[in-house]
T-cell receptor
């Protein structure tokens, strides 16, 4: 069945460090891929998305490229800030009602 | 545009009590969902609805019931609460149609069952 696997955390980085959070997926057909972010005490918010192979989603300095050949959608940021501390979820959706979420990766950025 | 709202934000129940969580969205979305979030387990789908008057079971439906009498509202009921239902509950909604439409989430309800 369809699924999303993302790297386990927690991840702790110093401010201005480079961030990568790995995400791979299993799905038939052509899903859309998403990264959501959850700040403490809040709901999930869409961070970025890509709807077809080779698309790059970007927002707030974060980027992820939809790689069909490696079935991956890794999240990257060149220089993290303390305010980026949150839990990050990778997700996929195919046509229809079902979304599939990864288990989330907690990121803490220290000054 | 309020997006997705949830009521209440916090609740403490005793074992065996019942309650209803309300989710409302003002984006005219067809699809609505209830998830629970537990430490280390990510989001798990409880029930969902693809339109007014329709509901379906998700991954962890036992102990919960839902209703979607109006398109904008999706209610989650606990008939007899158990400590295992202590969790944070999130409602979400999205447009039907193509796969590119993302889900919008409410702020969550933190439920404790003692």
């Amino acid at each position: 069945g369809d699924s999303v696997t993302q790297m386990e955390g927690p991840v702790t980085l110093s401010e201005e460090a480079f961030l990568t959070i790995n995400c791979t997926y299993t799905a038939t057909g052509y899903p859309s891929l998403f990264w959501y972010v959850q700040y403490p005490g809040e709901g999930l918010q869409l961070l970025l998305k890509a709807t077809k192979a080779d698309d790059k989603g970007s927002n707030k300095g974060f980027e992820a490229t939809y790689r069909k050949e490696t079935t991956s959608f890794h999240l990257e940021k060149g220089s993290v800030q303390v305010s980026d501390s949150a839990v990050y979820f990778c997700a996929l959706r195919k046509t229809g009602n079902q979304f599939y979420f990864g288990t989330g990766t907690s990121l803490t950025v220290i000054p | 545009n309020a997006g997705v709202t949830q009521t209440p934000k916090f609740r403490v129940l005793k074992t065996g009590q019942s309650m209803t969580l309300l989710c409302a969205q003002d984006m005219n979305h067809e699809y609505m969902y209830w998830y629970r979030q537990d430490p280390g387990m990510g989001l798990r789908l409880i029930h969902y609805s693809v339109g007014e008057g329709t509901t379906a079971k998700g991954e962890v439906p036992d102990g919960y019931n839902v209703s979607r009498l109006k398109k904008q509202n999706f209610l989650l009921g606990l008939e007899s609460a158990a400590p295992s239902q202590t969790s944070v509950y999130f409602c979400a909604s999205n447009l039907a149609g193509g796969s590119s439409y993302e889900q919008y989430f409410g702020p969550g309800t933190r439920l404790t069952v003692t």
